[in-house]
């Protein structure tokens, strides 16, 4: 068996504690909240942190507070199955509901949190294989190594956001907030991301994200497709999530970010301009479609060739307005549900 | 005897060890927790291919904690392997490497975590050679050697066996085709991870606890890699928590563990990791394969020529058995009057590949499964009736001289094409789909079928001997209970269950009043191994012999004590009497009692060896087995023409079992056999990226979930097959053979593409739409297949449709 880096746990009862400590124990230190991505990676070696400071026992991180009319805000450390179980989530955030629906496995979503999934490490498969086998083809810059095996002579790391709910809730244009040892603050959750596999987070290592903050949903209807191998399980190799407020039977206004093509979450802001003020006819559907894969550059370091994975970006957008749009042929059929 | 009369036989019983697995009860080798013990891990190689120059473990020596650390040195200079004629391997590799995963030292200590630090602190001086990642590269190459020993350069075996004129045969054909394929490697993926403890004692023996499928072999095999005799080591099979022909061969962790408990006096325990399991491998050859058949118009099969390229990978294995696997097998099937084979496995720098469950045989019934399809087609016929007209004689030899008892495929192709509806299906959407290439991309139904046959246990041993292939001691007394001892080994299949079924059976008890002890070399008498779907066939026939014998002593003791004739009795209901007199029946603990005090100790010994049929030429000993099982499967499922996935709706698949003795158990094989074949068609695939793994783990490896697995419907035929055990042929592995031809043949049937390789994936799928959009011939698959000189190949006579015996004579049956 694979077995785990030694390190000391702490428990503490209070975001406030937990901030401290991860001050006072700077870079030794990491959170951690359901560990279904920590631990895993801590076992082959990608992190060696001397302290773990453990999210569970706080029970500000918890709880799901308002309405969809309102504004919601939910707590980091809700697990995903909360999330996607939600009734007034599933009503009025709806891509929000399939996104943590669709995340691994129901046994992972009963463990992993909302601000675990928000904060989930970059994949690559050069990277997410045990020391023993990155010792054996070369380490690469992201982990004990200075080159990038997926794009050699390129001086940044192409890691992959593999975060089902990051996109949908960019999408939705929630906020996050952040607490740190001297303080907290708000931004707006894709100021959260960078495009860098390495750095892939500009909040500071020892600020704890406490809460994920949704905007009133009025108006607003979202989806959410994603593309793996297998019905569950698996990362997602593409994600798309597309918020459309309508105006009558026009869209009033339009987000379409797309996950695991890059290393953050990336917005398609040109296809989403193009669908303001227009019918959402088959047509229109189309040319939306080839705008938002332009931004879809995906590398070949996860599952499925990557031209591939460009290739059904425009699919998978097409397919989600179509169903937002209520026309057939949208959306996918044997989807896992929570 | 018939179904009636049987009162365990045919009854959907839970396996005995069920109720323990369920609850979590059954211990696994890893659960083995011995005082004292310590914990071994091994070093394995980082390179593909390289010298090794040095190995210096003084550091790892001096770490805290660690007991022992062992090289090569510390063992035997002795290679060894599973197959005579293969002895390459060592545990601890001392001059070279020919894998990642290699091993090349090991360690103990008190606990895993300072076993991990200590193989850091191991160095090995490697001198990296150039690596060999495919037939091709291994082919062209042939001043890169991997080994010394084999029938050319990097080639490991060179076969060619032609039975009869097939030149004359495709002279005389109104069509031919010549078709390539290529079905990529893939592994077991059993769910627990292979382990062993091993503890030698003061008094200079040694005890082996293993996830094996074979303690008789590592029986075998240990002695000459540990230098001590048979007679001294006990090898006892764990319950194996999945094997499927993983763990079958004597591996590294296993012979470390024995050495380093020898040299640490401690009982020593090493778990792999997933990863290991990987490299460990022996799992499905990759194979290249070239095809060509002659048919009729009527279809009738005039003549096969059937060329494989098997990428063997690093070491032999049993891979000279799967060279000849993917030749001898196909003839069973449908009436071929001449064929022609010729193989050849070539090493690699690769895990080892093996017996995965089907061994050898899933990969030529994909080559010639598509082409009957295509050829149904070109001739235009029904495949399924193609089928069904072609179909072999029972009680006819094959052009390969191998004997075939009884043949259930036609009711299987029957029951099939009944429960799915195949005629309406079959007709009805290929119209649509013919006119699919101008409508807008959507999702298109089809359906496709394959047919398939397999062996029920292999007619030799993998060494020459003429002792039982398998052994049962059957003891009972005045407890009323009965213990079987047998060498079988559970691997999840159920043979536990069959060894407590037959003999309550024939004695008229419950399974629960019979003990089982499986699988331990000082105990229990030898079955060879849970391989080639034998266990069953052979285990049964020696636990029914044995329990005929009990039956016999106790029956005479009861016919002396009622004064009826012991032929009058039955043995029904924990009872022992005459039928028409049951008030006066005995217990059957009491029955036992007076025949103990009659008899003496009631035990019994049953043997079973199988007929001997090999063909009277070199290589003859390869296919031949008592009966063969056959399967038909149907597919439906929808190609999504935007994505290329495919989502399957239906299996249907009937299954000759020959008797089914507990249906539920079959049932549960056959639905796992299609379960694996679909992984194999759509998704599996050991493959590799810079001489190393591409994806050593279960959430990389793609294998299917439930989500992907469609609704299976079975059937069973039952043939009552003479040779088996009440008629039983094998269930484990034959029904996965039809699976991954006939979701490409519907694929075909949905979109109007070829996929003539496995896994078909998403984007080959839409690389055949995109040809086929263009005009083009939509196929999708190999192009080429190498420049190779296999051997003059050996002329035998075709043996095609002479008549064979119902039953050879059996050894040992007196
Ligand atoms: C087999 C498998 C399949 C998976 N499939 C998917 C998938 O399909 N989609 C997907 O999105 N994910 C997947 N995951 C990853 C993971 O399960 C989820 O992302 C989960 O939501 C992570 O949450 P967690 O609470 O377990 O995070 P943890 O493992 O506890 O933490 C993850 C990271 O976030 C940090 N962190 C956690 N909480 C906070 C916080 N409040 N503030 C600041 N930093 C924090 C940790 O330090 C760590 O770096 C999979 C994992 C596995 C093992
Ligand atoms: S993208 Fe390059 S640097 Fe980043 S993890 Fe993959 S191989 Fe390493």
Known sequence: MMRLPPFTYLAPRTLHAAATALAEHGADAMPVAGGTDLFPNMKRRQFEPKVLVGLRGIRELTGIRGRGREGMTLGAGTTLSAVAAHPEIVAHYGALA??????????????????????????????????????????????????????????????????????????????????????????????????????????????????????????????????????????????????????????????????????????????????????????????????????????????????????????????ALRALAGLPGGGRAAEEVA | MTKQDFSIIGQPLPKIDAWAKVVGETKYADDFFLPRMAYGRLLRSPHGHALIKSIDVS??????????????????????????????????????????????????????????????????????????MSIEAALAHPEIRIHEYGDGPNVHKNVALQFGDVEAAFAASDLVREDVFFYEGNTHLPMEQHAAVAHATPDGKLTLWSSTQTPHYVHRLLPRILDMPAAHIRVVAAPVGGGFGGKLDPFAHEIAACRLSQLTGRPVKIACSREEVFYIHRGRHPVLMWIKTGFTKAGDITGCHLKTWLDGGAYGSYGVASTFYTGVINPVTYKMPVYKFEGARVFTNKPPCGPKRGHGTPQPRFALECQLDKAAEQLGLDPAEMRARILAEPYTKTANHLTVTT????????????????????????????????????KRRGVGIAASAYMTGAGTAIYWNSMPHSGVVLRADRSGGVTVLCGATDIGQGSDSILAYLPAEVLGIEPKDVHVHPADTSLTPVDLGSYSSRVTLMCGMAAIQAAGRLRGVIAQAVAEKLEVAAESLAFRDRKVGVPDQWERALTFTQAVELAEARHGVLAFAGSYAPPKRAGKYKGGGVGPSPCYSYSACVVELSVDEETGEVELHDVWIAHDIGRALNPLLVEGQVEGSVYMGIGEALMEG?????????????????????????????????????????????????????????????????????????????????KGLELRRKGKSARVGPEKIPLFKFKEALMVESAFGRPADAVAVRPFQS
């Open chain 2, 407 to 442: 043949i259930g495929l036609g009711e299987c192709i029957d029951r099939v094409v009944e429960a799915s509806g195949w005629r309406e299906k079959w007709r009805g959407w290929r119209s649509a789909s013919a006119g699919a290439s101008t409508a807008p991309a959507g």
């Open chain 2, 686 to 766: 050991q493959v590799f990226r810079k001489g190393l793994h591409k994806q050593p783990s279960m959430l990389d490896y793609k294998s299917p979930t439930t989500l992907e697995t469609p609704d299976i419907h079975t059937f069973l035929v039952e043939t009552d097959d003479p040779e088996g055990p009440f008629g039983a042929k094998e269930a484990g592995q034959g029904p996965l053979l039809p699976v991954p031809p006939a979701i490409a043949n519907a694929i075909y049937h949905a979109v109007g593409v070829r996929c003539d390789e496995v896994p078909i994936t998403p984007e080959m799928i839409l």
């Open chain 1, 98 to 319: 399939t996104a943590a629906g669709l995340v691994s496995s129901p046994q992972l979503r009963n463990m992993g949190t909302l601000g675990g999934n928000v904060c989930v490490d970059t994949r690559c498969n050069y990277y997410n294989q045990s020391h023993e086998w990155r010792k054996a083809i070369g380490f690469c810059m992201k982990k004990d190594g200075d080159i990038c095996l997926v794009a050699p002579g390129s001086s940044r790391c192409w890691a992959v956001s593999s975060s089902d709910t990051a996109p949908v809730l960019w999408s939705l244009g929630a906020r996050v907030r952040l607490v740190g040892a001297s303080g907290e603050r708000v931004v707006p959750l894709e100021a959260l991301y960078r495009d860098d596999g390495i750095q892939y987070l500009t909040k500071q290592p020892g600020e704890l994200v406490a809460d994920i903050v949704l905007p009133p949903a009025d108006g607003w209807t979202s989806a959410y497709l994603k593309l793996r191998r297998r019905g569950s399980f698996d990362f997602p190799v593409l994600g798309v999530a597309v918020a459309l407020r309508m105006d009558g039977d026009r869209v009033g206004e339009a987000r379409i970010v797309l996950g695991a093509v890059a290393s953050q979450p990336r917005p398609a802001p040109d296809a989403a301009a193009a669908l303001a003020g227009e019918r959402l006819t088959p047509e229109l559907i189309t040319r939306v479609a080839d705008l938002a894969a332009g931004p879809s550059k995906p590398l070949d370091n996860t599952d499925f060739t990557h031209p591939y994975r460009k290739k059904m970006t425009r699919v998978f957008v097409a397919r």
């Open chain 2, 59 to 132: 550091r790892a020596r001096e770490l805290p904690g660690v007991y022992a650390v062992i090289t090569g040195a510390d063992l035997p200079r002795v290679k060894f392997g599973i197959l005579p004629v293969s002895q390459d391997e060592e545990a601890l590799c001392t001059e070279k490497v020919r894998m990642v995963g290699d091993a090349v030292a090991a360690v103990a200590a008190v606990d895993e975590e300072t076993a991990e630090r200590a193989c850091r602190l191991i160095e090995v001086g490697y001198e990296p050679l150039p690596t060999l």
